[in-house]
Structure formats: C-alpha cells, structure tokens
C-alpha cells in the first residue's frame, strides 16, 4: 500500500464509531461497536483495527475524540484517560494509552465536542472563522471551542453543559450536580425526566419546546457575551427537530435584548447554526485531531 491510512474513532457514551480513511479523507471503512465496559467494548476496537491490519493497511496515527472527562493534561501520567465519570464501569479508564500501546500508534485524543468543532471550523460551518463553538445537544448537553484553530483545553477542558442559567418556577433541573444547569435541563435525557416521554415523541407545540428553546437561548446569550463566536453550532439527536433551531435564534434574541452590535448584514441567523458536517462532525472530528497534528 502506497500510502499510510488514517484511523478515527468517534467514542461516545452509547457506541464507538471506528474508522479509517485515506490520506485524502476518503472514508475506506467503518464500524460501530456499542459502549458496555472498557474491556468489552476495547477488545472489539482492537479487532477491528487488528483485522484491518491483516487485510495490509497501515496506519500510524489514531485520532480519538472521546466521551469525557479526560485528562488531557499532557505532561500528566494519565494524560488521555477518562477521569471520573458517572458512567458505570469507565472511571480512570486509560483509553488513549491502552490503544496507543496495543495498535503501536501514535494516539491524538480530545474531548468528543472540541473535536467537532475542530472539524467545523476546518470543513464545516464553522470554516473561516476564528472562534468557533460546537454544541451537542443529545444524551448530555457538552460543547467544545476552537479558538485560532486551536481547541481550548486550559485547566481541564469546557464543560459549557453545566453553565448555571435561570429556572422558570416549578421546574427542576436533574443534574446530580447542580439543580440549574444546562445539562440537568435540556439534554435529551433530562427532557425525558422532565415530561416524562422522549424528546422525539413530544408534539412541536409542546410547551417542553418553550422551556427549552429558553434555556438554551440563555446559554447561547452567555457564550456569545463570554466568548464572542462567529458560530455557535447546535447538533445532537436533540436538533433533529427541524423547529426548534429557529425558536432558540429567537430566544437568544430575546435575552440579548438588542446590546450586540453585529456586523452590518449579519444577524443571529447566521452565527446559531446546524452543522455543516451533518452528523459527521464528531468522526470527522477524530480525522481532524490528526491532520492538525
Ligand atoms: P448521543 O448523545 O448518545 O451521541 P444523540 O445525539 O442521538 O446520541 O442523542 C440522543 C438523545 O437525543 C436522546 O435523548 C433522544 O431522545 C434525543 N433524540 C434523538 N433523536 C431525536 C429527534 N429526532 N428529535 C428529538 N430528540 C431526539
Ligand atoms: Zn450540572
């Protein structure tokens, strides 16, 4: 084989999506292991790309854009592991060591989100602009940032899902954490807990699509007067309403309440966005931690 390939792995709370493209981001394969326990779920990773191997691929970068916490500390001994999450069972799981040592690759991880936006703002929705903020909106409520082409890790990494916003009366929010956050809010898991059915099987004129556009227009008003984005891109399960984009723009509206003087010609329309990458921004995501390394 003339050409090294490279392998991506979306790894998420509910499956694993591997992958290998070639070196012009075609994809070559792709598989979908389900997340049960490290052990379980790593075992099949292995095989896959093992199996790969076999049939003569090669490969020697694996670009990991993973459910967190991780430590992405890189002067940490357990730099690339899961830290401590509620999620059974994946708790100090080394996962970008043990797939380092046991594929003999060389292993470029990042938080699942900062990854997606990483892609967006190469390929996708958010190409061009400096600051860009990707949003997944699913089982957990996360976001990641890209700042200059860099994803921002700091003190550990983002967790925008558990920025604290203001809880209409009567409404409880189900973060074990806290009791307003974003997370505990309007994350697909916690719709389900506050109305009691899944967030695709409440009618559009649902009075949960009002909480939720509010809660979220606050969050996007606090991300743009803290970080000033050119995007904010919301995907996740929960987006697939094709309504609801347009009532949180106008609940941002709302709440910014005229203060921003945007450039002339551009209106919130056009900075909270879909994505560009439709559903890819995460696997993407993993093949852009390479190519940027
Ligand atoms: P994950 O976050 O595990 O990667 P998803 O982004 O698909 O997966 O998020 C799953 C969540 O999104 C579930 O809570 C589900 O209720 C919700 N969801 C999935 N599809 C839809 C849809 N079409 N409309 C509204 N909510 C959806
Ligand atoms: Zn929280």
């Given at each position: 084989?003339?050409?090294?390939?490279?392998?991506?792995?979306?790894?998420?709370?509910?499956?694993?999506?591997?992958?290998?493209?070639?070196?012009?981001?075609?994809?070559?394969?792709?598989?979908?292991?389900?997340?049960?326990?490290?052990?379980?779920?790593?075992?099949?990773?292995?095989?896959?790309?093992?199996?790969?191997?076999?049939?003569?691929?090669?490969?020697?970068?694996?670009?990991?854009?993973?459910?967190?916490?991780?430590?992405?500390?890189?002067?940490?001994?357990?730099?690339?592991?899961?830290?401590?999450?509620p999620?059974?069972?994946?708790?100090?799981?080394?996962?970008?060591?043990?797939?380092?040592?046991?594929?003999?690759?060389?292993?470029?991880?990042?938080?699942?989100?900062?990854?997606?936006?990483?892609?967006?703002?190469?390929?996708?929705?958010?190409?061009?602009?400096?600051?860009?903020?990707?949003?997944?909106?699913?089982?957990?409520?996360?976001?990641?940032?890209?700042?200059?082409?860099?994803?921002?890790?700091?003190?550990?990494?983002?967790?925008?899902?558990h920025?604290?916003?203001?809880?209409?009366?009567?409404?409880?929010g189900?973060c074990p954490f806290h009791a307003?956050c974003?997370e505990g809010?309007?994350?697909?898991?916690?719709?389900?807990?506050?109305?009691?059915?899944?967030?695709?099987?409440?009618?559009?004129?649902?009075?949960?699509?009002?909480?939720?556009?509010?809660?979220?227009?606050?969050?996007?008003?606090?991300?743009?007067?803290?970080?000033?984005?050119?995007?904010?891109?919301?995907?996740?399960?929960?987006?697939?309403?094709?309504?609801?984009?347009?009532?949180?723009?106008?609940?941002?509206?709302?709440?910014?309440?005229?203060?921003?003087?945007?450039?002339?010609?551009?209106?919130?329309?056009?900075?909270?966005?879909?994505?560009?990458?439709?559903?890819?921004?995460?696997?993407?995501?993993?093949?852009?931690?390479?190519?940027?390394?």
């Amino acid at each position: 084989m003339a050409f090294n390939s490279i392998a991506a792995i979306e790894a998420g709370g509910t499956k694993f999506i591997c992958a290998l493209f070639d070196n012009k981001h075609n994809l070559l394969c792709k598989t979908r292991i389900d997340t049960t326990t490290p052990a379980n779920t790593l075992s099949q990773v292995l095989a896959f790309y093992n199996d790969l191997k076999q049939q003569g691929y090669t490969f020697d970068h694996l670009g990991l854009a993973s459910f967190g916490p991780l430590d992405l500390n890189p002067s940490s001994p357990t730099f690339g592991n899961i830290t401590k999450t509620p999620k059974p069972h994946w708790s100090d799981t080394p996962l970008a060591s043990h797939l380092e040592e046991a594929l003999e690759v060389t292993v470029h991880v990042d938080t699942d989100v900062n990854a997606a936006a990483l892609a967006e703002a190469k390929w996708g929705a958010g190409k061009g602009c400096d600051v860009v903020v990707y949003i997944t909106i699913g089982t957990g409520f996360g976001g990641g940032l890209v700042v200059n082409g860099q994803t921002v890790k700091g003190l550990v990494h983002p967790e925008m899902g558990h920025m604290r916003v203001k809880v209409p009366m009567g409404v409880k929010g189900h973060c074990p954490f806290h009791a307003d956050c974003v997370e505990g809010l309007a994350s697909g898991t916690s719709m389900q807990k506050i109305w009691g059915q899944s967030a695709q099987h409440l009618a559009p004129d649902h009075e949960a699509w009002d909480l939720q556009a509010n809660i979220v227009g606050q969050f996007c008003h606090n991300l743009l007067m803290t970080l000033s984005p050119q995007r904010i891109i919301l995907g996740g399960g929960v987006m697939q309403q094709s309504f609801l984009l347009k009532k949180i723009v106008e609940q941002t509206n709302k709440h910014v309440n005229g203060y921003l003087s945007l450039p002339e010609n551009v209106s919130l329309h056009d900075i909270i966005v879909e994505p560009g990458l439709g559903t890819e921004s995460g696997l993407k995501g993993a093949l852009a931690l390479v190519e940027h390394a």
